[in-house]
């Protein structure tokens, strides 16, 4: 590793992830300047030209105390030697595989990336969609959530979620079944299976696609964490659907996160009396509102290629009376939808002679529209059907 990338593998286990303070510093002096600043405890110059307030100096120092108690118990070369005997790589910012739509969170951007699975990110983040939603998600949103992942897998979209229960691990096993790329962002280490009933789906992404985390292999999950996380998911992807989500979900702060980036937000309706969809209407409401949508073409519509991604518009469906000639059509509408009535009667209310009533009458009993009965004809059940 350069001295860079050595330098931002401690910070990752050091500091919180995306603290503003911390890149703030990395700006200033690089990441090998900014672990030497927390050695030292002292500031690095501010740029020329720019004078600190004794707020923002006091803040600064703060944190930088409390790095500098967090790096007497860190332990790099551990963190290093189980990443290598995993194979678990290091991405960092400049890096090939670095995915500059990262750079879009500024002061929030990770200082670095553990990445653990074959599939290059910044190349699977070049038309990645992210789904997200409830863990207590219901039989409705888990359908939604695998069958919109796996449609979309299939035409080559990456997804990208967060690995927990629910609508992320649906999703997730959904873009498998299709044998298309999916990334798992994680608020724990990439080798800490973390729900553990998802177990066996981290075990196949890190074989087969990416579980990727912002913290060093063994670190355990914090409740802030999962929330921190979700900007990075948010950043990696064209756009978030919120497949299913509670008024307090924290998907939800994923669509924030992807509102604030300018990233196209969508949301899928759901039952109106449903809890789990409640904050997905939310969004679809409340000022600037979110698209919806159904199904994955309208999805690839958001955030594909102008003008080339559009979705198909759904076909009505097409009743076989509607295939019928025009005069056949009005043959059969004369009829009395309850009675049977003769072929003069027949004839004269749909314009037309004897002789073309009794063909088309024929006609339409072979296709099983109408039926003899006494009187004349009526129409059969599958006329009546609508």
Known sequence: MTDDQTAR?????????????????????????????????????????????????????????????????AEPASDLLVAERLGVRLVCPGDPEWPTTLDDLGSRRPYALWLRGPTDLRHGCLRSVALVGARAASSYGLRIAAEMACELGDRGWTVVSG????????????????????????????????????????????????????????????????????????????????????????ALSTAHWARKLSRVVMAVPGPVTSASSVGCHALLRDPPPALLVTRSEEVIEAVGELGTDLAPIPASPV???????????????????????????????????????????????AGGFVERAPGGWRLTQKAKTP
């Open 319 to 365: 009743l076989s009376r509607d295939l019928l000639d025009p005069v056949s059509h009005a043959v059969l509408e004369a009829l009395p939808s309850r009675a049977a009535a003769g072929p003069a009667q027949i004839a004269a209310k749909a314009g037309v002679d004897l002789p073309t009533a009794n063909a088309k009458l024929g006609l339409l009993a």
């Open 9 to 73: 593998a401690i910070l990752t286990a050091l500091a919180e992830p995306g603290e503003p303070v911390l890149n703030q510093i990395i700006d200033r002096v690089g990441a090998p300047g900014a672990l030497e600043a927390i050695r030292s405890g002292r500031l690095p110059d501010a740029p020329t030209g720019r004078t600190a307030d004794d707020s923002e100096v006091a803040r600064m120092t703060e944190r930088l105390a409390h790095w500098r108690i967090r790096l007497s118990a």
């Open 163 to 250: 690995g927990a229960m629910g609508i992320d691990a649906a999703a997730h096993r959904g873009s498998l079944a299709a044998g298309g790329p999916t990334v798992a962002v994680l608020a724990n280490g990439v080798d800490v299976p973390y729900p553990a009933c998802n177990d066996g789906l981290f075990a196949e992404l890190a074989r087969r696609e990416l579980l990727i985390s912002e913290s060093p292999p063994g670190t355990a999950p914090r409740r802030q964490r999962f929330l921190v996380r979700n900007r990075v998911i948010a950043a990696l992807s064209r756009g978030t659907v919120v497949v299913e989500a509670g008024r307090r979900s924290g």
